[in-house]
Nanobody, 114 residues
Framework: QVQLVESGGGLVQAGESLKLSCAAS????????MAWYRQAPGKQRELVAD??????NYADSVKGRFTISRGNAKNTVYLQMNSLQPEDTAVYYC?????????WGQGTQVTVSS
């Protein structure tokens, strides 16, 4: 019903920036919540940032460095990542909530060299 495709990952040096994109397709008219998660090797998948119609929310570890935003058509969500650090290395996943289901993309790898 909803398909999510992430892009924009890559390998960067510490201190550099990267912008991730998530394109949603299918039944997207009632998606009111979108988020970015990440999962590093040996760690649990964690919420990085989310966005609703009226607010944004960030994990403490990325607050002030990352910015989540949605495109005008509401079918795209972005994650601008600044001042990247090796601890940010993970697979980043896009997530969308459309009742009664929750959808995930396949993820995009972000690697920050140290």
């Amino acid at each position: 019903q909803v398909q999510l495709v992430e892009s924009g990952g890559g390998l960067v040096q510490a201190g550099e920036s990267l912008k991730l994109s998530c394109a949603a397709s299918g039944s997207i008219d009632n998606i009111n919540f979108m988020a970015w998660y990440r999962q590093a090797p040996g760690k649990q998948r964690e919420l990085v940032a989310d966005i609703t119609s009226g607010s944004t929310n960030y994990a403490d570890s990325v607050k002030g460095r990352f910015t989540i935003s949605r495109g005008n058509a509401k079918n795209t969500v972005y994650l601008q990542m600044n001042s990247l650090q090796p601890e940010d290395t993970a697979v980043y996943y896009c997530n969308a909530d459309r009742w009664p289901s929750n959808y995930w993309g396949q993820g995009t790898q972000v690697t920050v060299s140290s």
